[in-house]
């Protein structure tokens, strides 16, 4: 629900005041205006001096730190920061986190939370687990989810946290392909638009009733203008502008080659996929028999699927490589979790293929007869079914 803008500041001016304040981002900026900074980070430090409120601000170039004495040179400092028409602000103190962010109509919409505690200090394997969305986060109860899809969203936040700058601002634009009920959606914008991010997001899922279901939640959450929702399939669902960000969580088979290739066509800087089934690769294994002398790989029917999975990602690591991107395949949760727990994980780098990375990618290929469908999927229009390994995305 919409509330009073100056009311809200005046709730945030009152934390970042509060001694009890641990950290406060502002970012963005309002419809038809511009601050004079892209973004400030306020936080309370101690010096030889004594306490201090820290201010550091950027102006997309350069950074500026500033520390200023509690009391009035605070309290100007923050107003002055207040004034300034930025699009979202997000205070944590020990006590609460707030995140308040600007409609275009220029209302305020608020969302408030108790921090938790925890209750001992943990140790070694007791260690308590600290999330980057606790479970008890009100987002979830308006978007459910089990506990243990809330842990693998979790666990893949902190994969995309690894994967973003700490320097990054400005806007954002992420699609997240295949939503499904969309619980990474809006814990993606949850999450990123509070690290002070001007997010804009996309949930692409090819049913109509699961776009009508995430809309209304959208809109219920009052997020409808930033996270928007298509039906349509990952292939061909209309997604403009393109974006900079690429999520896809358990896209089933061939899905998951289908938003790598859409992430390479679109340019985008970072991609995170967890894939799911492999049925792909494992039929043209059955098909055929195994290159000498790997017979006894793929005998046995359990065996064969499971060379098949790590077949299948080891070559879409290895195309994404010759497409301009730094690419990882690692854990993201726990096996105990979901056995479908790999990550590919890719920055785009710009920087052309090597020849011995184009012999290794075509040798492996070779040997095992198999033809990758994100391999087709990247092939050149020119309608010779080459596929195009030899440029870089950034190049092409």
Known sequence: MAESLDAALGEVRALLLDPALTRAVAAGR???????VVRAELRPVTLKAGPRLQIATSDGARPYTRNVAPGHEAAEAVDALLAEPFGNWHVET??????????????????????????????GNDRAKEYLLDPGDPIFAEIGGSAAKRRQV?????????????????PLRVVDLGCGNAYLTFAA????????????????????????????????????????????????????????????????????DEALARAV?????????????????????????APTPYELLTRQGILRERFADVLTDALRAGLLRLHGYRTEVVEF????????????RARRGGAAPTDEQRRDYRD???????????????ATEDGSGTPSVSAPAGAR
């Open 189 to 256: 914008y949850r999450y990123l638009s509070a690290r002070g991010l001007d997010v804009e997001l996309v949930g692409v899922d090819v049913r109509e009733d699961q776009r009508l279901r995430n809309t209304e939640l959208a809109e219920r959450m009052g997020w409808g203008d930033r996270v928007r929702f298509v039906a349509g399939t990952i292939a061909e669902a209309v997604v403009d502008p393109a974006p900079d960000l690429v999520l896809a969580l358990h896209a089933c088979d061939t899905a998951t």
């Open 30 to 36: 309002r419809r038809g205006l511009r601050p004079t």
């Open 364 to 378: 492996l290929v070779d040997q095992w007869r198999v033809t990758p469908r994100l391999e087709a999927l990247l």
């Open 333 to 344: 949760v726990d096996s105990r979790h979901t056995p479908r727990n790999l990550l590919i």
């Open 265 to 289: 066509r679109w340019d985008a800087r970072w991609v995170l996929a967890a894939p799911c089934c492999h049925h792909d690769v494992a039929a043209q294994l059955r098909a055929r028999p």
């Open 154 to 170: 979790d666990a893949f936040l902190r994969a995309l946290a690894a994967t973003l700058p700490d320097e990054l601002t400005g």
């Open 94 to 123: 020990a006590d609460t986190t707030l995140q308040l962010r600007v409609t275009k109509s220029g209302d305020a919409q608020v969302h408030r939370a108790r921090a938790t505690r925890p209750t001992a200090e943990p140790t």
